[in-house]
């Protein structure tokens, strides 16, 4: 029930946001490495199956040169915890940023909430296009609203 009203609440938030103007996309000279927390994630991949239960685990950015960032994801598979490094290439486009050679695209934009953002990806996935949304954020406050 909590996971529903986030994905509604994250939706309207984002609605509200365009109808008001565009959100600024992360700018140049903004730094965001440190630990973050995934607080809401929506998907318009369709699902047929149950989830099962999934741990959230905090992840690192740390900045590279030229604007790219290096992002690790901690998670459970099988009962071990796995991770995962990639770099997120800074493109020409403002707030663009590129992985997996091309194949996720994402844009990151500030919101005018302190130490929050919006990440965006358009992820080529067995040749189909997968959009997500995630908010982010900085404190902890895993399981409140």
């Known amino acids: 029930m909590k996971s529903l009203l986030l994905t509604v609440t994250l ?12 959100l600024p996309f992360l700018s140049e000279d ?4 440190g630990i973050w927390y995934r607080k809401v994630i929506v998907s318009d991949w369709n699902i047929t199956e149950p989830k099962s ?3 959230e685990f905090p992840f690192v950015v740390r900045a590279l040169e ?6 690790t994801i901690f998670f459970m ?8 490094e990639f770099v997120l290439e800074k493109t020409k486009k403002p707030g663009q940023y590129s992985a997996f050679w091309g194949a996720n695209l994402m844009y990151i ?3 005018p909430v302190m130490d929050h953002y919006i990440f ?10 997968v959009y997500t949304g995630e908010l982010i954020g900085a404190a ?3 399981g409140k609203i």
């Open 140 to 142: 902890c406050a895993v």
């Open 11 to 22: 939706f309207i938030l984002v609605t509200g946001l365009r109808a008001q103007d565009d």
């Open 109 to 111: 934009y500030e919101l």
């Open 77 to 84: 598979f099988e009962e071990n915890c796995q991770q995962i």
């Open 120 to 129: 965006y990806s358009e992820c080529r996935f067995l040749e189909q296009k």
């Open 30 to 33: 903004k730094n965001v490495s």
């Open 53 to 55: 239960h999934v741990e």
């Open 66 to 71: 030229k604007g790219s960032m290096e992002v």
